[in-house]
């Protein structure tokens, strides 16, 4: 008796494994049973809390745009920033596959051809509307799969007391004033880091890369071949070490320093100055830091163009809704609803009628010199298919090229990239 | 896995069914545990293995066979080399000193003292915790800016100001193989302290009437009598040290680059790039570790003849 019952069970426990197993299969496309179509929407989390949760802002636009299309409903699905790669992965790799993506990155799906063209699902004039820089960064080989949402560009930011305290007056445009004013504020300003520099797996592939634009360097060439370890590229390294790393004017361990450190270090007054976007505007103010913004200093003047970084929507092939998506995605880029994301998150926008209302209507000064570099922006080669690989690379390994030797380091990066480009 | 009894010859209709119960034997009684097995075990095992001879794209489409690819760029990794030979330093660094501390743990346990009890429940503690959120609290304590064991030491004139310890490797190791040691003592501190109460009180007297000294009572008869503990604990520590992935992860997460990295946080770090890189990494520790647990059988069946 007791026996049996202990093999029934093990039977029944058994038997709810096999069910919970196949209980995530899914509905593919075509049209619910009352005729309307159902768009699945899965986009990224920008709030830092449940009080201003995305969320809030995609259910509002989805009960709105049914309101005004009642044959379209929108699933909305908003995912954190750490999960979303794997919950995508997984909607793909199980054929749950959304129908309009917002996140970080697109080319891997194109790879894969996954997505529709831009011009299939979205009009002319929403396609006209776009900042052209970024309708540019969304292309891969000459056509546009991506198509940018939000965007923000690098600017240095400075502590304006401190620098005050270490008698500095102007901030720095030059590698040359960052070493002079770092060795300045080491002295009068003891217990600080003059220059926060985090290369360390947070977002290596991006503070690398604006220093290498102050040399004319930068991860690719203008054809867009891999040019890592170029020159231009070691030189940039060399000097940071020998000027920034060695002296004790950063951090002791750029390698292992993530930028979340640095800005911290920052919004706490405990540096001197760094490389930053707009989200350190409200951190600063919270830490009560007098900051002041300056383009990013270049081997001899200021960054004509910055790092630009854009997050992207992208439209999926699989279930068919073409036609829907180019309605929705045509709402979504609407001047209002852009506006209210890009002022609830203080993010720069990337169409060109939210950007002339942002810098007309005055509300937005701290943004403002930030809204003057993005249309020269420099992206990452975010077309190459390779990228996310390469770029994967780059965070791991770049900072040690600070304690090592440059060029080894650079080079054995560049022979990583080229066989992840021939492989693709 | 079971035992097929001889298929006897069919006999007559009526003595079927009592025949075929016996000629199926335990089977029906061991079928969840062999297909649990199947399922938990050695399926994934294999899906591991196909896995290393994939080519698969970053957004986990399979884009054919890679033949042999996958391990010749594995062995073609300029950080496999000294991964490695980290592991086996790894390994013995935090293996010996957890054996050596704990020797000395499970003979003060074993005397008795007045608050013996509350102190043998005290070493339980790096056990119940979960080894992530130990490792994660050192990684706090040490923080550069915010680490209170940086304050403490600082306070107490050991070092000049705070450090980034964990941001160096020549640094991190030492803290790193320290936190291990700390989670892996309780574990083997029972064990040996069970070993040693096994050993008859008598033998002892009987060495101590003979005149030997305590240090020689210790080495001619505790130790010998302990093997069989000592032995366990042993295999079962390298085993688990060498797959330890927590303690590194929750601290350096291998890095800078991989100077951190045991081969297991290496094989993670792969993943990011390269999945069937990532799977072959797993194929050759998966070797390694079929080595451990195929010289602990050994070990238990010479340790079985010798008593």
């Known amino acids: 008796m007791h026996k049996r019952f202990l093999a029934l069970s093990t039977a029944c426990a058994l038997g709810a494994l096999a069910l919970t197993a196949c209980g995530s299969g899914s509905d593919g496309g075509g049209a619910d049973a009352d005729g309307k179509v159902t768009l699945k929407l899965v986009a990224a989390d920008y709030g830092d809390k449940e009080s201003n949760s995305s969320r809030t802002y995609w259910n509002n636009l989805a009960t709105a745009f049914t309101a005004a299309n009642p044959n379209i409903r929108v699933d909305v699905q908003v995912v954190n920033w750490n999960d979303i790669d794997k919950q995508v992965r997984t909607m793909i790799q199980s054929g749950n596959v959304p129908d309009v993506l917002q996140t970080g990155g697109y080319a891997d799906k194109v790879a894969d051809d996954l997505l529709y063209k831009a011009e299939d699902v979205l009009s002319t004039g929403t396609r006209a509307n776009f900042i052209d820089s970024f309708a540019e960064a969304g292309q891969v080989k000459g056509v546009q799969y991506g198509i940018p949402f939000v965007s923000s560009a690098r600017a240095l930011f400075y502590n304006k007391t401190l620098f005050q305290q270490a008698g500095i007056t102007q901030p720095p445009a030059t590698w040359e004033d960052v070493r002079k004013d770092a060795e300045l504020l080491k002295a009068k300003a003891p217990g600080t880091t003059p220059y926060a520099l985090p290369l360390g797996p947070e977002e290596a592939q991006g503070e690398s890369m604006m220093w290498e634009l102050g040399n004319g360097g930068g991860p690719t060439d203008k054809d867009g071949a891999y040019t890592i370890d170029s020159p231009a590229n070691v030189e940039t390294f060399s000097w940071l070490k020998a000027n920034l790393v060695d002296p004790g004017l950063t951090y002791a361990n750029p390698a292992t320093t993530d930028r979340k450190t640095a800005f911290a270090d920052f919004a706490a007054g405990k540096a001197g100055m760094l490389n930053g976007h707009p989200s350190l505007i409200q951190m600063a103010r919270d830490g009560k830091v007098d900051y002041g913004v300056a383009p990013i200093p270049g081997k001899t003047g200021p960054l004509k163009s910055t790092l630009g970084v854009a997050d992207w929507t992208m439209a999926f092939k699989k279930n068919g809704h073409r036609d829907q998506i180019r309605t929705f995605l045509d709402f979504v880029y609407a001047k209002d609803n852009t506006l209210r994301f890009d002022e609830t998150y203080n993010l720069m926008p990337v169409t060109q009628d939210t950007l002339r209302e942002m810098t007309g209507s005055g509300k937005h000064k701290d943004l403002e010199p930030f809204f003057a570099l993005l249309p020269h922006a420099a992206f990452y080669p975010l077309g190459d298919t390779s990228w996310d690989t390469v770029s994967a690379e780059l965070k791991k390994t770049v900072g040690t090229a600070l304690t090592g030797d440059p060029a080894k380091v650079l080079g054995a990066l560049q022979k990583k990239a080229k066989d992840t480009a021939a492989d693709k | ?307």
């Open chain 2, 1 to 307: 896995m079971s035992q097929h009894s001889p298929s006897p010859t069919r006999g007559a209709p009526p003595a079927r069914t009592p025949r075929r119960r016996g000629r199926l034997g335990p089977l029906p009684w061991i079928a969840p545990a062999v297909l649990l097995i199947l399922f938990v075990v050695l399926w994934p095992v294999y899906e591991m293995v196909r896995t290393s001879f994939l080519r698969i794209s970053t957004s986990g489409f399979v884009r054919g066979s890679a033949g042999l690819d996958k391990y010749r760029k594995l062995f073609g990794e300029t950080d496999l080399g000294h991964v490695l030979l980290a592991t086996v330093l790894w390994t013995v660094a935090v293996v010996g000193l957890t054996m050596l501390l704990s020797l000395g743990l499970a003979q003060l346990f074993d005397q008795r003292f007045p608050g013996r009890r509350f102190a043998r429940w005290a070493l339980i503690a790096p056990w119940a915790a979960s080894v992530l959120m130990t490792a994660i609290g050192f990684r706090w304590m040490l923080d550069r800016t915010a680490g209170v064991l940086n304050t403490a030491m600082t306070n107490l004139g050991l070092i000049d100001g705070p450090r980034d310890w964990l941001g160096d490797p020549s640094t991190a190791w030492p803290w790193m193989v320290g936190v291990a040691v700390f989670v892996s003592l309780p574990f083997t501190t029972y064990t040996l302290l069970a070993g040693l109460q096994t050993v008859p009180a008598e033998v002892s007297e009987a060495a101590k009437v003979d005149g030997a000294s305590a240090w020689q009572a210790y080495r001619r008869i505790t130790l010998p009598l302990l093997r069989p503990a000592f032995l366990v604990g042993l295999v079962i520590n390298l085993i688990n040290v060498f797959n330890s992935f927590p303690v590194i992860w929750g601290m350096t997460q291998g890095g800078p680059s991989s100077d951190t990295a045991t081969s297991t946080v290496f094989m993670y770090q792969l993943k990011a790039t390269d999945i069937g890189e990532s799977a072959s990494m797993s194929v050759v520790n998966f070797a390694l570790v079929v080595l451990l647990v195929l010289l602990f059988l050994k070990v238990s069946r010479w340790n079985r003849e010798e008593s």
